[in-house]
């Protein structure tokens, strides 16, 4: 079945210097990418998506970049700030209309 | 102006006694989500519709159910709760199609005691 993985499972960074996160699917048909954020409690916040037929999205300090061909995406933080810190997720959707949520990661941005 | 709302936000239930939870939509979107989130992992897709088309996950346990009898409401039903269940469900909606965004509800906790 579908699987998303995700990596890594904790990261922690200074304030003002970058995160990255990466993940991989299994699903070749999958085509929509979002990434989620999530405090203590709180549901998933949509934070930024790419579509299959885009390879790189950027949204201020937010950017993603999809490799269709290696089935990879990743998430790329700038400048990050104390309220960065939350635990993020990514997804996948393809044809069958399931969202899949790889494993988490959780980010500790150190003031 | 709350999209996806589900009732309750907290809910108590004793061990072995049927629950069900309940999600709303706004927003005529025809395919409704539930997962199941346990601290510090991911959420659990357990099951979704598109429209009454119901797709069971293959590892979702049979002691959870589902209903959805109208495109604005849908409904969890856990038969027979036990310790292991307690979790936070969350119910989320999309429409169909390649560019949209799905819309989460606030979650609904459950603790069995």
């Known amino acids: 079945g579908e699987n998303v993985e995700q990596h890594p499972s904790t990261l922690s960074v200074q304030e003002g210097d970058s995160a990255v996160i990466k993940c991989t699917y299994s699903d070749s048909a999958s085509n929509y990418f979002p990434w989620y ?32 061909t290696a089935k990879h995406f990743s998430l790329h933080i700038t400048e990050t700030q104390p309220e960065d810190s939350a635990v993020y997720f990514c997804a996948a959707r393809g044809n069958t209309d399931k969202l899949i949520f790889g494993t988490g990661t959780r980010l500790q941005v150190f003031p | 102006d709350a999209m996806v709302i589900q009732n309750p ?13 309940s999600c709303s939509q706004t927003l005529n979107h025809n395919v ?13 897709l357990l099951f979704h519709y598109y429209d009454k088309d119901f797709n ?20 969890l039903d856990i038969r027979s709760p036990g310790l292991g269940d307690a979790a936070m469900y969350l119910c989320a909606t999309s429409k169909r199609g390649m560019n949209t965004e799905a819309f989460f509800g606030q979650g609904t906790r459950l603790t069995v005691v």
């Open chain 1, 37 to 68: 954020k999530q405090e203590l409690g709180k549901r998933p916040q949509l934070i930024i998506d790419i579509r299959s037929n885009v390879g790189e999205k950027k949204d201020q300090r937010i950017a993603v970049t999809l490799n269709k």
């Open chain 2, 9 to 21: 936000r907290y809910q108590v239930t004793q061990f072995g006694k049927p629950v069900t939870l």
């Open chain 2, 32 to 44: 409704m989500y539930w997962y199941q989130q346990k601290s510090s992992q991911a959420p659990k």
């Open chain 2, 56 to 75: 069971n996950e293959a590892d979702t346990p049979d002691n959870f159910q589902s209903r959805r009898p109208n495109t604005s409401f849908c409904f």
